[in-house]
């Protein structure tokens, strides 16, 4: 029992919804991601994650990610993150990485992100929670509407491609 008497086994894992598109790249395993042992250490997930969240801004949502936090000013903090490590990823593997939104807010995005291995095996999922916040207050604030329009274009994109 944790000490607010939740029993970690009572957490519900993170599923991965059977409906929808998602955003993909590839990503191949390499040296820097590794523990001595040879396999992908689990806080670089975390970093291959962020990457996808940059990846999906540049290329799928047409918003570049380092104007957006140079010169627009607008950061992107996480606030609330779940990670579930299914299998082991090892060095030289070749996976993909999947970003779907779980839901758009005033002021957040909730995003699902997995890493999948070239077997289609599961290998760690992660849901994520990041605020849209001013660089100069540090303070939330509303999703800027280009943003929200290019997500909402997006989804509905990937939404017509499941429904021609």
Not at 5 to 11: E, L, N
Not at 26 to 39: Q, S, Y
Not at 133 to 157: C, F, G, K, N, Y
Request: glycine share 6%.
């Amino acid at each position: 029992m944790c000490g607010n008497g939740i029993s970690v086994f009572d957490m519900a894992a993170i599923t991965w919804p059977d409906t929808g598109r998602c955003f993909r790249t590839r990503v191949a395993i390499r040296f820097a991601h590794c523990d001595p042992a040879g396999i992908i250490f689990f806080p670089q997930y975390l970093v291959l994650f962020n990457g996808l969240v940059e990846d999906w801004f540049n290329q799928a949502l047409r918003v570049p990610y380092a104007h957006m936090l140079g010169a627009d000013r607008i950061g992107l903090p996480i606030v609330h993150l779940e990670c579930d490590f299914r299998a082991i990823t090892r060095m030289g593997e070749s996976t993909h990485f999947d970003l779907q939104v779980e839901r758009l807010g005033s002021r957040s995005i909730t995003l699902l992100l997995r890493c999948m291995g070239s077997d289609a095996q599961l290998r760690a999922v992660a849901r994520k929670v990041l605020v849209f916040t001013s660089l100069d207050t540090h303070q939330a604030m509303q999703v800027p509407a280009h943003i929200r329009d290019a997500i909402e274009h997006w989804a509905a994109a990937q939404a017509a491609d499941l429904h021609p």
